[in-house]
């Protein structure tokens, strides 16, 4: 059981490149998002998805597209990448618990990409 | 408009002393708390957790406090060991966001021997 797990750990692109960052989780979990780290702003939320072959937007998700089309990958890709883009980004899943607004959120180790 | 604040960036503790890290949020809609830790070149793991229809919840060494009147809920390690040195994240959701969190900025914590 490996949980998630994201490729690459590292990736440096130049400004205009294209490339996917790669996500799978072999826990089941319906739920799966994208996160990006950055200093002093905690994680923010670029997409989400409910379950295979739906997929919703968070709170920054100009730059990025995703899709679900199994239950186990959840890939995010840039379009074109920008300096702005440059970030720590962590996929994670979940399950629902039993209570309201209840989830437990399994995290990646993340990929450090730097835009030049 | 950050609805999870977490407003000191760091904090300073000795070894076998109390570790308590705090977390204010605007959003009375939130109704599930979450504690993340984070080491470098990790991702976050779930620490501890809460519901909004309780005021605390306790595990092991790590105790979670809610005040729903103040929007305001914090986290104590007694006793707090090197170990424990980490950014610390409080993250919450609303039912119908679904699995979606908001997070704080975290609060870096360094516990010293």
């Known amino acids: 059981n490996a949980g998630v797990t994201q490729t690459p750990k590292f990736q440096v692109l130049k400004t205009g490149q294209s490339m996917t960052l790669q996500c799978a989780q072999d826990m089941n979990h319906e739920y799966m998002s994208w996160y990006r780290q950055d200093p002093g702003m905690g994680l923010r939320l670029i997409h989400y998805?409910?379950?295979?072959?739906?997929?919703d937007q968070g709170e920054v998700p100009n730059g990025y597209n995703v899709s679900r089309s199994t239950t186990e990958d959840f890939p995010l890709r840039l379009l074109s990448a920008a300096p702005s883009q440059t970030s720590v980004y962590f996929c994670a899943s979940s399950y629902k618990l039993g209570l309201a607004g209840a989830y437990e959120q399994y995290f990646g180790p993340g990929t450090r990409l730097t835009v030049t | 408009d950050q609805q999870v604040k977490q407003n000191s960036p760091s904090l300073s503790v000795q070894e076998g002393r109390i570790s308590i890290l705090n977390c204010d949020y605007t959003n009375s809609m939130f109704d599930y708390f979450l504690w993340y830790k984070k080491y470098p070149a990790e991702g976050p793991t779930f620490l501890i957790s809460i519901s909004s229809i309780k005021d605390k919840n306790e595990d092991g060494r790590f105790t979670v406090f809610l005040n729903k009147s103040a929007k305001h809920l914090s986290l104590h390690i007694v006793p707090s060991q090197p170990g424990d040195s980490a950014v610390y994240f409080c993250a919450a959701s609303e039912e119908t966001s679904g699995s979606r969190l908001t997070f704080g900025e975290g609060t870096q914590l360094t516990v010293n021997p």
């Open positions: 998805s409910v379950g295979a072959g739906i997929t």
